[in-house]
């Protein structure tokens, strides 16, 4: 079966840290681009990190520069979002997305235009189920 899986969620305090895990099965991670995406209750989705395998850009965003890393564990056919110094405003499901550099048309709209050439896309292959975080005050 073709899918991605989040986990590594979790209530965590603020200041500390957790690791998001997401692992695919049925394609391989290396050969796509990622994006790990969060929604908050009651606010847009956010573009978190973003990274194309193929270029080595990678994107963080303004929120989360200086705090959360994107890497990829190939032989495990995973990828992790770790989070450090976390915020309440870090409280969201997080998910995780996969592109391949070919794709043509992709099923899943991320809700967030990016011009081309951005480490992440408007469109994905694949989207996860998502990975709840509540960073409490």
């Known amino acids: 079966q073709v899918q991605l899986v989040e986990s590594g969620g979790g209530l965590v305090q603020t200041g500390g840290s957790l690791r998001l895990s997401c692992a695919a099965s049925?394609?391989?991670?290396?050969?796509?681009?990622i994006g790990w995406f969060r929604q908050a209750p009651d606010k847009e989705r956010e573009g978190v990190s973003c990274n194309r395998n193929n270029t080595g850009s990678t994107y963080y965003s303004d929120s989360v520069k200086g705090r959360f890393t994107i890497s990829r564990d190939n032989a495990k056919n995973t990828v992790y979002l770790h989070m450090n110094s976390l915020k309440p405003e870090d409280t969201a499901v997080y998910y995780c997305?996969?592109?391949?550099?070919?794709?043509?048309?992709?099923?899943?709209?991320?809700?967030?235009?990016?011009?081309?050439?951005?480490?992440?896309?408007?469109?994905?292959?694949?989207w996860g189920q998502g990975t709840r975080v509540t960073v409490s005050s």
């Open positions: 997305a996969a592109r391949h550099p070919l794709t043509a048309s992709s099923t899943y709209y991320s809700g967030i235009y990016y011009p081309r050439g951005h480490p992440c896309h408007s469109f994905y292959d694949y």
């Open positions: 049925g394609f391989t991670l290396d050969d796509y681009a």
